[in-house]
């Protein structure tokens, strides 16, 4: 870099220079007020001058940063610009045609809606698995898509920051819906929240889960008569005394797991029952007090065997209330919450039945002073069989929290808990307050 280079301008070093000299001899020939504004002038430019060469070396310093250039270099630093924007618009180019030949193969149906529920893009699978015409897909909103209430619903709730799934029969297929928020920027203004709408056909699966459900449910079934015939004959072969006193403790290991194999086909069934929607609902109106003192004097047994104390907690105002459920599925519902809480309790410890009214929902919870559920189990603890460190040596199937959530779904509501480990457990199930429809 030379000297020539700079641009700052020549005029601020004259006037500094200028206002000081003049100022000097104002001073010498005792013209004081003007010397000294001169002088202070010269200082006021020479400033201004510190100031432009300062920034005037940051620009230089930025563009050397750049690409070592000096004043000379501005061709090269010109077409290494443009290379570089270049290489930008085909990286932008590349990802375009990625993008566009993901969405393209992908076998899932994209649909992306702007805030304005307007479709903003969708792929080609979306267009064969809705069935939609171009015109629609070009130019329609969430409405022209998918018109019936639970979608527009589960849409809504989209929009509104939740992920939501469902699924539809849709001209004989089945198709799973699952509608994630997210941010769209369509041009230059602020983004806008959308939703992403991700769609899959799901008839073969449906078929795969109708034959699951099914063989299970025959399994359990045919099971059931010759477990309880085991057990007659073991039961018989101990009451006739032909067994000798060193056999008689095989006999018992025949009845424990005998036991065993009854409570895991009747939950299998049971559970099975539930997803095949072969259980039916029978709602009637229960007195809210009664029931639960009820439920409470059911699981007192196994309290009393476990030395847990029990206790019901009624919000005053649902005091002398009924409420309109299936009471045989609601006890189901509570009895394994209740039998779980029990079970995973310490001696003389409590298990709290509470019940409180949370806007349009009951809300039914169970606590306990248990070892809780760590949060690695918490997203497996619903699930068929799943039974957690703790549960070891602790009787169950592993069946009964599945019940539980099934159950809930059926009469519309939702079960899930919150826990500290190593203090406590608490479940809550929440139940529309109107009773579902039909
Ligand atoms: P189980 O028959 O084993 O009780 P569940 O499906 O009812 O089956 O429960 C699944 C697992 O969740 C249990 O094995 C246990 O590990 C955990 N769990 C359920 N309830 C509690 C609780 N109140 N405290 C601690 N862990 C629990």
Redesign the pocket.
């Known amino acids: 870099m030379q000297a020539r280079d700079f641009p700052p301008t020549l005029w601020l070093p004259i006037a500094t220079f200028g206002s000081a000299l003049c100022g000097a001899l104002f001073l010498t020939a005792s013209r004081m007020p003007l010397g000294w504004g001169l002088l202070a002038l010269g200082l006021y430019f020479l400033w201004l001058w510190y100031r432009r060469m300062r920034s005037a070396l940051a620009s230089l310093k930025a563009i050397k940063a750049y690409g070592e250039a000096d004043w000379n270099d501005l061709p090269r630093i010109w077409s290494s610009l443009e290379q570089e924007n270049i290489a930008l618009k085909e990286q932008a180019y590349r990802e375009d045609q990625l993008r566009h030949s993901i969405l393209t193969n992908l076998n899932v149906g994209i649909v992306l809606l702007g805030s304005l529920r307007q479709i903003v893009t969708f792929n080609p699978a979306a267009q064969r698995l809705l069935g939609s015409s171009s015109r629609v897909l070009f130019k329609g909103t969430a409405t022209d898509l998918l018109n019936d209430p639970e979608s527009l619903g589960m849409m809504d709730k989209a929009f509104n920051g939740d992920t939501s799934a469902w699924s539809r029969d849709r001209a004989g297929r089945i198709l799973s819906f699952y509608a994630v928020p997210l941010s769209i920027k369509t041009d230059a203004s602020a983004a806008d929240l959308g939703i992403l709408l991700a769609i899959q056909d799901i008839t073969q699966q449906e078929a795969l889960e109708q034959t699951r459900q099914k063989f299970i449910s025959n399994a359990s079934h045919e099971l059931k008569t010759p477990v309880t015939s085991i057990r007659v004959a073991a039961e018989n072969l101990m009451d006739d005394g032909w067994i000798p006193p060193e056999g008689e403790g095989n006999i018992k290991i025949i009845l424990r797991n005998v036991d065993r194999m009854t409570l895991l086909l009747n ?1 299998i069934s049971e559970l099975s029952r539930i997803e095949t929607g072969a259980l039916k609902l029978e709602f009637i109106s229960i007195a809210l007090e009664a029931f639960l003192k009820d439920v409470i004097d059911n699981a007192s047994p196994l309290a009393k065997y476990k030395n847990v104390e029990m206790s019901l907690e009624i919000e005053p105002c649902l005091m002398d209330r009924n409420f309109v459920s299936d009471p045989l599925r609601l006890n189901q519902l509570l009895e ?2 209740l ?3 029990i ?3 310490p001696e003389k410890s409590t298990v709290l039945l509470s019940v409180r009214l949370e806007n349009q929902w009951i809300v039914f919870s ?1 606590r ?1 002073n ?4 760590s949060p690695k ?1 918490s997203n497996r ?2 699930e068929r069989f ?6 070891r040596g ?11 959530k099934h159950l809930s779904r059926i009469m519309g509501g939702e079960v899930n ?1 919150e ?1 500290i480990p190593c203090r406590e ?1 608490t ?1 809550f199930v929440r139940l529309p307050w109107e009773t579902p429809k039909g």
């Open positions: 939950d394994n919450l039998s779980n809480a079970k995973f309790s169970v306990d248990g070892p809780g559920i189990d603890i619903f799943y039974r957690t460190q703790t549960a602790v009787p169950g199937t592993g069946l009964g929290l599945a019940i539980v808990f826990s457990t479940f």
